[in-house]
């Protein structure tokens, strides 16, 4: 195949990844995936569903509103406009694709409510299990997608720029042999950066690694330091990639307490156990800390935890915990990064023939915190975006000229690795002051010649120190 009938390469198999891949068509493309067609994904793991304004008394200027004001209004304003009145049109596109969403007996869609939403407009898919139903139907889709060639079990290691433009891929197959690949552009669709903490919601691949490779690649990053840390995974002791609480119990009723049992929220936000996740997580730290744990009572729900709840039932009876008889412990953990490669609203980043979309990107949309349940829609939405754009692009047109490989680098070793967890947990968690981000980019800086991950952690620790003041997720405990 000549470069000018390359295909475009996305790489990633999470909801964004598919969506952008599907939109492609009829362009050929190639879809790259590190575990078995995209199974290990966030979006597979994600247990809130899809916020959309269904219901009549709702409105997505409503929607809007919320999502700025989760954002504390540093989002793209036209962004959310966008994401917020697209969002019904977005529940029935999936329903097209084949993905059932939950109805009452009437037919009607179920809304369920979560942190920040002055209304329940959760829209949900086997009631917890929305991102891994979601992720099931959108990948039997593609699996039979003519126009989209998959390639399981390969890791994009470096880019090729040709004339400054990304034309192609280097991966390495899960036999360690290497492959160079063509592409007409390359969509990053790779995730977030919460498995670089050592508590994170995310699963273990969610560690930056298409960050990386954009950022060797020279593009702009923006809003790096906004990582949102959720109130509620399971907490394991010595635990890394824990599973989710779902937000949703809290909707339906259930409440935090302190280890005597006590409510946690009471008094601290009008919204209480339903407060934006960093105000909710940052209590959840504090009670960690000084009162006995911090719990979810989930005992007196009369939701049918087999129907709505089966993930975190499931997670839970795995770990010993009947959360119908038993109270849950919870922690607070790295969940979903704003921040990103920095590029306009059809994903083009600030170097040639290369995008990004989901949440590795950064759009703007939202903002210093994202609100609950934005995240599917974002992915879905921005993804049909991405590629219905990128589908329009000329085929004829390459670069020419000689060409050179940007590549992530080095891994850091694993001691190292988790040791830096531990530093990013600490100094770049859900608190943050001067004093600890100084002391970590000093040890971080030590190890940036070891492995790119340091680079990344770096980057962060640096944007974390340069914005003084809180916003949002970033929250700074010496000039809040
Ligand atoms: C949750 O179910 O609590 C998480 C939903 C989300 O991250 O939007």
């Keep these: 195949m000549t470069r000018a009938g390359a295909p475009i390469i996305v790489v990633g198999g999470g909801v964004a990844g598919l969506a952008t891949a599907l939109a492609l068509a009829p362009r050929p493309v190639r879809l790259l995936c590190r575990a078995n067609q995209g199974s290990d994904t966030a979006s597979a793991l994600a247990q809130g569903g899809i916020a959309a304004a269904v219901d009549r008394a709702d409105s997505s200027d409503a929607h809007a509103l919320d999502t700025l004001v989760a954002g504390a209004r540093h989002n793209d304003a036209a962004m959310v406009r966008w994401l917020c009145r697209q969002a019904p049109a977005a529940i029935g596109w999936l329903e097209a694709q084949g993905v059932g969403f939950d109805r009452d007996a009437a037919g009607r869609l179920q809304l369920g409510r979560e942190g920040g939403h002055r209304a329940s407009r959760i829209v949900h898919a086997g009631g917890d299990a929305s991102g891994a139903a979601i992720t099931r139907g959108l990948r039997r889709r593609a699996q039979h997608a003519w126009h989209i060639q998959w390639r399981s079990d390969v890791d994009v290691q470096a880019l090729r720029l040709r004339g400054g433009t990304v034309d192609g891929v280097r991966v390495l197959d899960s036999r360690g042999r290497r492959h160079d690949m063509d592409a007409r552009a390359v969509v990053l669709a790779t995730g977030g950066i919460g498995a670089l903490f050592a508590r994170t919601s995310n699963p273990a691949g969610a560690n930056g690694s298409g960050l990386a490779l954009a950022m060797a690649a020279g593009a702009r990053l923006r809003d790096i330091e906004f990582v949102q ?252």
């Design 229 to 480: 840390f959720h109130p509620t995974a399971l907490d394991i002791a010595g635990g890394h990639c824990l599973p989710l609480i779902t937000e949703a119990l809290r909707g339906a009723g259930a409440r935090l307490q302190d280890g005597p049992g006590r409510p946690l929220m009471a008094g601290l936000h009008p919204l209480e156990d339903l407060a934006p996740r960093d105000v909710v997580a940052r209590r959840v730290a504090q009670a960690q800390r000084t009162d006995g744990g911090a719990w979810l009572d989930a005992r007196d729900l009369d939701s049918d935890w087999e129907r709505c709840f089966p993930t975190v039932l499931a997670a839970c009876l795995a770990h010993g915990i009947d959360p119908r008889r038993q109270r849950i412990p919870v922690t607070a953990a790295a969940h979903f990064h704003m921040g990103g490669v920095a590029v306009d609203a059809d994903g083009r980043s600030s170097v040639a023939g290369l995008y990004a979309v989901g949440e590795v990107a950064c759009n703007g949309v939202h903002g210093a915190n994202r609100l609950a349940s934005n995240s599917l829609l974002e992915g879905v939405l921005c993804g049909r975006r991405v590629g219905e754009s990128l589908a329009r692009l000329p085929r004829s047109t390459v670069p020419a000229g000689a060409h050179h490989w940007v590549g992530r680098g080095a891994e850091l070793p694993p001691a190292e690795s988790a040791a830096l967890r531990d530093l990013l947990w600490q100094a770049a968690g859900p608190e943050r002051d001067a004093a600890g981000l100084k002391s970590a980019l000093q040890t971080c800086a030590a190890w940036r010649k070891d492995g790119w991950q340091a680079q990344l952690a770096h980057c962060l620790l640096t944007a974390a120190l340069q914005r003084d003041r809180s916003l949002g997720a970033h929250y700074r405990t010496d000039a809040t």
